[in-house]
């Protein structure tokens, strides 16, 4: 599939798939977006009761909400499990363009880009990073996760990743207590989302979207 290259608006690069005419993150900023969802409202929210935080992420994509949470997670003193899982991995070739270098720290980029699929890698103390390339509705998950980020390419692309049984799946691997994750507020995804059985909330979204969900199981 042809993969482009973009700028958002913060100045960060995103990527952008014509074929599908999706981009793997908000146009207003890829960088603004995974801080404001992912960081403040998913991992911060998170370690205000538990400083060991199993992260399971569906789409790494290009590793950039991991390369934020290593970041956080090293300054708020966490212990950081990480699962990314991702279907379709993006070519280093590709991952090598990206400006996110410039948001880069302790090189944990050239130590991610290039280390093992499907095990457990100790990329540094208190930060093990795990990939797995399979589809999220294969997976049987031998973890249970604190926190999910769900990181998706939007319903209007890719519809099937929004059904109840992904959902059910991903509630399923969670800890009681686990907070769930995700940029997209549509009405129809809170639903099924409750009836995976997960209490959801809408939060502010990051610039350039109104709202966004956060879950959590009972
Ligand atoms: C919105 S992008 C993720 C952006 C990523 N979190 C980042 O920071 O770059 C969605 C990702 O989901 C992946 N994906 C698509 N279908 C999938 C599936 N069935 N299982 C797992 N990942 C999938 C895509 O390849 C893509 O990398």
Same mark, same amino acid.
């Given at each position: 599939?042809?993969?482009?290259?973009?700028?958002?608006?913060?100045?960060?690069?995103?990527?952008?798939?014509?074929?599908?005419?999706?981009?793997?993150?908000?146009?207003?900023?890829?960088?603004?977006?995974?801080?404001?969802?992912?960081?403040?409202?998913?991992?911060?929210?998170?370690?205000?009761?538990?400083?060991?935080?199993?992260?399971?992420?569906?789409?790494?994509?290009?590793?950039?909400?991991?390369?934020?949470?290593?970041?956080?997670?090293?300054?708020?003193?966490?212990?950081?499990?990480?699962?990314?899982?991702?279907?379709?991995?993006?070519?280093?070739?590709?991952?090598?363009?990206?400006?996110?270098?410039?948001?880069?720290?302790?090189?944990?980029?050239?130590?991610?880009?290039?280390?093992? @699929? /499907? =095990?457990? +890698?100790?990329?540094?103390?208190?930060?093990?990073? *795990?990939?797995?390339?399979?589809? &999220?509705?294969?997976?049987?998950?031998?973890?249970?996760?604190?926190?999910?980020?769900?990181?998706?390419?939007?319903?209007?692309?890719?519809?099937?990743? @929004? /059904? =109840?049984? +992904?959902?059910?799946?991903?509630?399923?691997?969670? *800890?009681?207590?686990?907070?769930? &994750?995700?940029?997209?507020?549509?009405?129809?995804?809170?639903?099924?989302?409750?009836?995976?059985?997960?209490?959801?909330?809408?939060?502010?979204?990051?610039?350039? =979207?109104?709202?966004?969900?956060?879950?959590?199981?009972?």
């Amino acid at each position: 599939m042809k993969i482009e290259l973009i700028i958002s608006n913060d100045g960060s690069h995103t990527l952008y798939l014509p074929e599908m005419d999706e981009t793997y993150h908000s146009r207003h900023g890829a960088v603004q977006e995974a801080l404001h969802v992912f960081i403040k409202n998913g991992l911060i929210h998170k370690s205000r009761d538990r400083k060991n935080i199993n992260i399971l992420e569906i789409g790494w994509g290009t590793g950039l909400n991991s390369l934020l949470t290593y970041k956080s997670a090293k300054q708020l003193g966490l212990n950081v499990k990480y699962t990314g899982i991702e279907k379709y991995p993006v070519p280093l070739e590709v991952l090598e363009q990206l400006n996110y270098k410039d948001w880069n720290e302790d090189d944990y980029l050239e130590k991610v880009y290039r280390s093992e @699929w /499907e =095990k457990f +890698v100790p990329i540094f103390e208190g930060f093990d990073l *795990r990939k797995i390339a399979n589809d &999220v509705r294969s997976l049987e998950f031998d973890q249970e996760f604190d926190l999910v980020y769900f990181d998706a390419f939007g319903p209007r692309a890719q519809c099937e990743m @929004w /059904e =109840k049984d +992904v959902f059910d799946i991903i509630f399923s691997s969670m *800890r009681s207590g686990g907070v769930f &994750v995700t940029y997209c507020a549509k009405g129809q995804v809170r639903r099924d989302l409750q009836e995976s059985g997960l209490i959801i909330e809408r939060l502010p979204g990051p610039p350039g =979207k109104r709202e966004m969900l956060r879950g959590i199981k009972p």
